[in-house]
């Protein structure tokens, strides 16, 4: 089981670019999640969805989209990437909302 | 809104010395989950305690739910060098009826000296 796949890894973007970070799970989960983390903090959540076709925004959704087509696939678009958008971002999935969470390896996100 | 505080925030530890974080929330929770964070990596799921002053025992590492449902601990006996990494708690996020992802503290560094 591959679990949570996160692409890419890494990724440095300039100032004013656009990205898409992909997020795929195989768990059949409903409920999936986009959170940042910045250095020494905890995990923000920016945007989460309940199902497929169904998200709303987190704590800290400004600059960033999301849409989930499907059960399996969750992507987070970054419009205009500003350096405040540097940071760690995991994509997370769970079979219930509000318990064990699977995390993705991570995309680490550098803006310029 | 709701909040999740953890303290300390860094604890330097003697390779072998007990080791304990504490997690309080500003809300009742259903339930309080631990994850631990290595170095480099993702948060990876620990345990969930459900029921009001709740015990559980994973090898070394001890959790407990508070009688109120607000509180939490971890504690692990006798450090090891594989222990080093960040420990985050982290409780249901409520909103209007029912729970939209999770809240986490901002986790405790633990650092491990040989």
């Not at chain 1, 020494?40 to 600059?63: H, Q």
Request: proline letters at 4%; charged letters at 15%; glycine letters at 12%.
């Amino acid at each position: 089981n591959a679990g949570v796949t996160q692409t890419p890894k890494f990724r440095i973007l300039k100032i004013g670019q656009s990205m898409t970070l992909q997020c795929t799970q195989d768990m059949n989960h409903n409920y999936m999640y986009w959170y940042r983390q910045d250095p020494g903090m905890g995990l923000k959540l920016i945007y989460y969805s309940v199902g497929a076709g169904i998200t709303d925004k987190g704590e800290v959704p400004n600059g960033y989209n999301v849409s989930r087509s499907t059960t399996e696939d969750f992507p987070l678009r970054l419009e205009l990437a500003a350096p405040s958008q540097t940071s760690v971002y995991f994509c997370a999935s769970s079979d219930r909302s509000g318990e064990q969470a699977f995390f993705g390896q991570g995309t680490r996100l550098t803006v310029v | 809104g709701q909040q999740v505080m953890q303290i300390p925030q860094y604890q330097h530890v003697q390779e072998g010395e007990d080791f304990t974080t504490y997690c309080n929330s500003s809300t009742t929770l259903s339930n309080i989950q631990w994850y631990k964070q290595r170095p480099g990596g993702h948060p990876v799921f620990l345990i969930q305690l459900v029921k009001s002053g709740e015990v559980k025992k994973q090898k070394r590492l001890t959790f407990q739910f508070g009688e109120a449902k607000k509180n939490s601990s971890l504690h692990i006996t006798a450090t090891q060098t594989t222990d080093v990494g960040t420990y985050f708690c982290a409780g249901p996020t409520m909103a209007g009826g029912g729970a939209d992802g999770l809240t986490f503290g901002k986790g405790t560094h633990l650092i491990i000296q040989p």
